[in-house]
C-alpha cells in the first residue's frame, strides 16, 4: 500500500521549547492511522504544520507524491478538538460559505449539503443560528463542513467530543465509510476504544518524539505477554492452583463467571504453549472460560507514555 502522507524528519521549536523533535510519520492511502499522545506530546503542533497554519522548522512533508504546498488546502479537510463554527450565522449559509472557501461552486455545495443534511435528518436545521443548536448538533454540522468537498486527507482531533454513545456511533460508522470509499484519515482521541474500533495503523508521540509506530495488530503483537485468562469448574481449587504453580506463572483474577469458579491469570513459561495449559486444566475439572489477554491500546499507551518519563 503506498503512502498518502509522508513526514519527514519533522522539527518544530517555539523559542527554547522543542514541540517536535525529528519525527517521522507514512500514513497508507485509504487507512484510518490514529495519532496518540498525552496532552501538549506534540500532536497538535503536528497537525497544524499538515494544515499548513505553521511551517516546520526543519524537515518535510510529502502528500500524495508532492511537497505540501498551499494548494493542497482544499484537499485537506480538518475537524478541530476547538470547534469553529460562527455562532450567530445560520447553519446553511454558513455551511455555503465553508464550502465555497473549498473550492466547490454554489451549485455543488448545494448539492453535497442536501445529500448530508438529508442523510443526517437535518435539514431542518438550515435556517437555525448555530448559537440556536446543541453541542452535539452543533459538531454534527461541522462534522459536514470538514468531508463535504470529499478531500483526499481528513483530520479528526476528538471528533466525539460532545457526542452521546448514539451519535458518536454514528459518525464513527461515517468515518470508516469515508475510509472504504478512499479517504485518508488522521484520527486523534484520547478514547482508546475508538482507536481500537477504528484504526488500522497508530503512532504514539511523547515529549515532542515519536516513541512507537506501525500497524494496530503488529503493535499488539509485540506487547503480547501470554497470559490467559482462566475459569475451571473443580472440586479441588486450591490443589488444582497449586500444582499450576509448579509449571506456570500463576496470579489471581477478578472476572466474574456465572458458576462458581476458580478463577486465575496464567501467564505461559518456556517450553510452555497454549495447548498445554488447556491440556492441564482439562484433565482437573471443566473449563468455563479461556482466553487470551491481548494487551489493548490503552495498556500499550500508558506502559510506554510511563516508561518514556523514566
Known amino acids: 500500500m503506498s503512502n498518502l502522507l509522508e513526514i519527514n524528519n519533522v522539527v518544530k521549536k517555539y523559542g527554547d521549547f522543542t514541540a517536535l523533535n525529528n519525527v517521522s510519520l507514512h500514513i497508507p492511502k ?6 496518540l499522545g498525552p496532552n501538549g506530546a506534540g500532536k497538535t503542533s503536528l497537525i497544524r504544520i499538515i494544515n499548513q ?31 469553529g463554527l460562527y455562532k450567530s450565522m445560520k447553519v446553511g449559509e454558513q455551511a455555503l460559505y465553508l464550502a465555497q472557501l473549498k473550492g466547490l461552486t454554489k451549485s455543488e455545495a448545494k448539492t453535497r449539503l ?6 443526517f435528518d437535518i435539514s431542518a436545521w438550515w435556517n437555525k443560528k448555530i448559537e440556536e443548536l446543541s453541542k452535539g448538533m452543533a459538531q ?3 462534522f459536514i463542513v470538514t468531508v463535504m468537498h470529499n478531500p483526499k486527507l481528513l483530520i479528526f482531533d476528538e471528533p466525539f467530543s460532545g457526542f452521546d454513545p448514539i451519535n458518536a456511533q454514528l459518525i464513527a460508522k461515517e468515518i470508516l465509510q469515508l475510509r472504504d470509499e478512499g479517504a485518508t484519515i488522521i484520527f486523534s482521541t484520547h478514547r482508546m476504544e475508538s482507536v481500537e474500533e477504528m484504526c488500522d495503523e497508530i503512532a504514539l508521540i511523547d515529549k515532542a518524539n515519536k516513541i512507537l509506530d506501525g500497524k494496530l495488530a503488529d503493535i499488539k503483537r509485540k506487547f503480547r505477554t501470554f497470559t490467559y485468562q482462566v475459569g475451571l469448574l473443580t472440586n479441588h481449587p486450591t490443589e488444582v492452583e497449586e500444582k499450576l504453580k509448579e509449571r506456570f506463572e500463576v496470579f489471581p483474577s477478578k472476572f466474574k463467571l456465572l458458576n462458581n469458579c476458580l478463577t486465575l491469570n496464567v501467564k505461559l513459561t518456556q517450553g510452555n504453549s497454549a495447548n498445554d495449559l488447556l491440556s492441564f486444566l482439562t484433565s482437573r475439572g471443566e473449563v468455563q ?5 491481548i494487551p489493548s491500546a490503552n495498556d500499550i499507551f500508558i506502559q510506554e507514555v510511563k516508561k518514556n518519563s523514566y
Do not use: N
Open 30 to 35: 485509504g487507512s484510518v492511522f490514529g495519532l
Open 114 to 119: 442536501k445529500y448530508w443534511f438529508d442523510k
Open 289 to 293: 472460560h479461556f482466553v487470551e489477554l
Open 140 to 142: 454534527k454540522v461541522q
Open 53 to 83: 497554519i505553521t511551517m516546520p522548522d526543519a524537515g518535510s512533508i510529502i502528500l500524495d507524491g508532492e511537497v505540501l504546498a498551499p494548494k493542497h488546502i482544499a484537499q485537506i479537510g480538518y475537524l478541530p478538538e476547538e470547534r
